[in-house]
């Protein structure tokens, strides 16, 4: 069985848009809420707020835990668990050079997403925006039982909703 792919991401919504991210994966050019892996030491709220600076140049604040979702690949069965957080914009840092891969950054509504599910990188993207539209929170207390995140990766896929 393949390892699970534990990320994190934030969604972040200007005037009914939200922040998106166009990047390669894969070969091929997705969209996706900016994000990536916890690095040693970090909470993945400040997972979250690092990631959305180095994909993005927005500097976020997370404001809460919108929830944690499961998502296996049809054909290659790999697991996505990715944890998403709610955040603010606090400002765009223009001159923030961007990671690797990164094509371009775009604001995109819910009904723009809903229209290229092609391009998504996987489901996770609007159904976590449409949870947090539905105002779904979840308690903060929901992962403290599972620091460190990396290592207790099955009791989080046991809390996860699957996409």
Same mark, same amino acid.
């Given at each position: 069985? #393949? %390892?699970?792919? #534990?990320?994190? *991401? ?5 005037? /009914? @848009? $939200? #922040? ?7 070969? =091929? #050019?997705?969209?996706? !809420?900016? /994000? ?6 970090? *909470? ?11 994909? *993005? /140049?927005?500097?976020? *604040? ?12 049809? !054909?290659?069965? !790999?697991? $996505?668990l990715r944890i998403v957080y709610a955040a603010d914009l606090v400002y765009r840092d223009e001159s923030q050079?961007?990671?690797?891969? &990164?094509?371009?950054?775009h604001w995109y509504s819910l009904d723009e997403l809903h229209r290229r599910p092609g391009d998504l990188r996987? %489901?996770?993207?609007?159904?976590? &925006? ?5 105002? @779904? =929170? ?9 620091? %460190? &995140?990396? !290592? ?12």
């Open positions: 069985m #393949l %390892p699970t792919d #534990l990320t994190v *991401s934030a969604v972040v919504e200007q005037d /009914g @848009r $939200f #922040l998106i991210i166009e990047e390669l994966a894969s070969g =091929r #050019l997705v969209i996706t !809420q900016p /994000g990536g892996h916890i690095e040693s030491g970090e *909470s993945p709220e400040q997972a979250a707020e690092r990631e959305t600076l180095e994909e *993005s /140049g927005c500097v976020v *604040s997370t404001t809460a835990l919108i929830g944690v979702y499961l998502w296996i690949h049809p !054909q290659t069965r !790999q697991q $996505f050079a961007l990671d690797d891969g &990164i094509h371009d950054v996987t %489901p996770v993207v609007t159904r976590c &925006i449409e949870d947090y539209l539905a105002g @779904r =929170r979840q308690p903060d207390t929901m992962l403290t039982g599972m620091m %460190p &995140i990396q !290592q207790n990766v099955a009791a989080v896929i046991a809390n996860a909703d699957l996409v």
